[in-house]
Structure formats: C-alpha cells, structure tokens
C-alpha cells in the first residue's frame, strides 16, 4: 500500500496561485495513477485532475477552464497540482489519492491523504 500526505494549501486572494505537493511513502509511485479531488463545505467530493502512471496522460475536470495542472516526479514519489487564476469557489480542502488505473470516479481510489485546506478570499 501507499500513504499519502499533502501539502501546499493555504489562504490567497482570488487570482492568485497556489502549488500543492503530495508525498508518497510505501510502495512505489509509479505503480499508481493518481488524482487530486476536492470538498467544499457542504458538498460532495469532486474530481480535480488525474495522471497516468508514467504521467504521460492527463484528465481534468471540464469545470477547471485549464487553470490547474497536475504533474507528478515518480523518482521524488511527488504529486504536484499547480492552480492559477484561482477563484472563491475552488475553497475546499484538496485531497491527494492513488488508484491501479487512470479514473475519475471517487470510488476508484483507493487509497487518500489527509487532505490540505485551500481557502481563496474574493
């Protein structure tokens, strides 16, 4: 298995940019997909971003208007999800999670991070 922790959130004023890391320890992380989701107060968890195993596929959520990029450094067994231009509403706590197959259901994944608070003031 894989244990996952992420880091990076923080509060920014809308328009700003923020670069999330997530840290894996245990197996390797090649042998993951992985994604990030995020929940905002009072919602369901939704799909953010997800890349292959190698990274050499990418999906994102049609809502995200190409703003952020997930990218991922198997040798540092790191995660990144770069987010620009940043709005009120992506205010939610972002989670880091890996899964054996590219996906963008939630029930894919089996294993998540604790979670890192993203906060955009307007």
């Known amino acids: 298995q894989v244990q996952l922790v992420e880091s990076g959130g923080g509060l920014v004023q809308a328009g700003g940019s923020l670069r999330l890391s997530c840290a894996a320890s245990?197996?390797?992380?090649?042998?993951?997909?992985m994604a990030w989701f995020r929940q905002a107060p009072g919602k369901e968890r939704e799909f953010v971003a997800a890349?292959?195993?190698?990274?050499?596929?990418?999906v994102y959520a049609d809502s995200l208007e190409a703003r952020f990029t997930i990218s991922r450094d198997n040798a540092k067994n790191m995660v990144y999800l770069q987010m620009n231009r940043l709005k009120p509403e992506d205010t939610a706590i972002y989670y880091c999670t890996a899964s054996s197959f590219l996906a963008r259901l939630s029930t894919s994944y089996k294993y998540w991070g604790q979670g890192t608070q993203v906060t955009v003031s307007s």
């Open positions: 245990g197996r390797t992380l090649s042998t993951y997909a």
């Open positions: 890349t292959s195993r190698s990274g050499s596929s990418t």
